[in-house]
C-alpha cells in the first residue's frame, strides 16, 4: 500500500500522498494494538488525508468526483450503517470472515 501512495499520489499530489502515509502508518499501529475499528479512529486518520488541524465530521451532503461524473449519495441513517458496517469488521471467533 506505501508503495501505491509514494508512487500514485506521491507523483500527483506530494503532501496528500504524506498525509495517506501517516494514516496509514496510524492505522497500522491502531491494528498492531487491536484498537477497534471505528468512526473516531477513521476520523483521526482522515484529518491526515485532507490535512486539517480537526478531524472531519461525517459528511452530510453527497459528494462529487472526477469532474461531477461520479456522485456519492447520503442517506438517512448512513452514521448507524456505517457503525454497523464497521462493527461487522472486527474479529470474532465465533464467527470468522470468509
Known amino acids: 500500500m506505501a508503495e501505491d501512495i509514494r508512487g500514485f499520489?506521491?507523483?500527483?499530489?506530494p503532501a496528500r500522498a504524506q498525509g495517506l502515509l501517516t494514516a496509514l502508518e496510524l492505522?497500522?499501529?491502531?491494528?498492531?494494538?487491536?484498537a477497534r475499528l471505528d468512526f473516531e479512529l477513521l476520523r483521526h486518520c482522515q484529518r491526515h488525508v485532507l490535512g486539517t488541524p480537526q478531524p472531519p465530521p461525517l459528511r452530510n451532503r453527497p459528494a462529487f468526483a472526477k469532474g461531477g461524473r461520479?456522485?456519492?449519495?447520503i442517506a438517512p441513517g448512513i452514521r448507524a450503517r456505517l457503525d454497523a458496517c464497521l462493527a461487522e469488521s472486527a474479529y470474532d471467533a465465533e464467527r470468522p470472515s470468509p
Do not use: F, H, V
Open 9 to 13: 499520489d506521491g507523483a500527483l499530489e
Open 27 to 34: 492505522l497500522r499501529a491502531d491494528a498492531a494494538r487491536d
Open 70 to 73: 461520479e456522485r456519492y449519495g
